[in-house]
């Protein structure tokens, strides 16, 4: 009996400490981190865009969701070879919204033919249980924002993670909306 008692106190120590190793091992990027993943060898210009009542209305409109916030936070990435002029490499956004109670933040980043190029999930404060694996957010590579960028169309439905990935959509959908207003705003209008 003392035995087991000794083993029951061993392991309710223990398992605290191996939680902490597991979280610490399967760490986040940073931002700096994630644009160098997604934009090697680029320099990065940071921005911080405040949309108009009308282009946030025209961004819900083409997005098909209300925007939390009419402020936009976008790094465009340059890359210059030697002795060569500045070219567009592309776009990054920062999101952060609320998935069931707590805050996801994604660095959406945006190829110059205005299609995903990759999302990197930058902090996840929902269970990790609840986070899909990399490859569920590698679908997105190529797409562009039209009627079937939606879970169950154009995007797969992830099991156990639903409300992530339904969050994850509207999120890629709305800095679609949005990137589409700013940058080709005679185009939105048609």
């Known amino acids: ?5 000794f083993l029951c ?18 760490k986040f990027l940073s931002v700096e981190e994630a644009l160098e993943l997604a934009y090697p060898e680029c320099q990065f210009e940071r921005e911080s865009i405040f949309l108009t009542e009308k282009e946030q209305k025209s961004a819900e409109k083409l997005a098909g969701h209300k925007l939390q916030s009419r402020l936009l936070l976008r790094y465009t ?5 030697e ?8 776009w990054a956004y920062l999101d952060t919204h609320k ?3 707590k805050r996801e933040s994604l660095l ?12 990197e999930v930058l902090a996840f404060l ?5 986070l899909p694996r990399a490859i569920w957010y590698a679908q997105f590579k190529g797409k562009k924002l039209n009627k079937d960028l939606r879970i169950n169309r154009d995007i797969r439905g992830v099991s156990g993670a639903t409300l992530t990935g ?3 959509v509207i999120a890629v959908r709305k800095i679609l909306a949005a990137h589409q207003i700013t940058m080709h705003p005679k185009e939105s209008k048609k």
Not at 9 to 26: D, T
Not at 77 to 81: E, F, L, T
């Open 166 to 168: 339904e969050a994850t």
């Open 9 to 26: 106190l061993l392991v309710g120590l223990a398992l605290p400490a191996l939680a902490s190793v597991r979280v610490k091992e399967s």
């Open 99 to 101: 998935i069931r109670a």
């Open 1 to 5: 009996m003392r035995h087991f008692l």
């Open 83 to 90: 002795g060569e002029e500045p070219k567009l490499a592309g």
């Open 126 to 130: 929902e269970p990790r249980e609840y």
């Open 77 to 81: 990435a340059m890359r210059q070879k």
């Open 108 to 119: 959406i980043v945006v190829n110059p033919d205005d299609s995903i190029r990759r999302i």
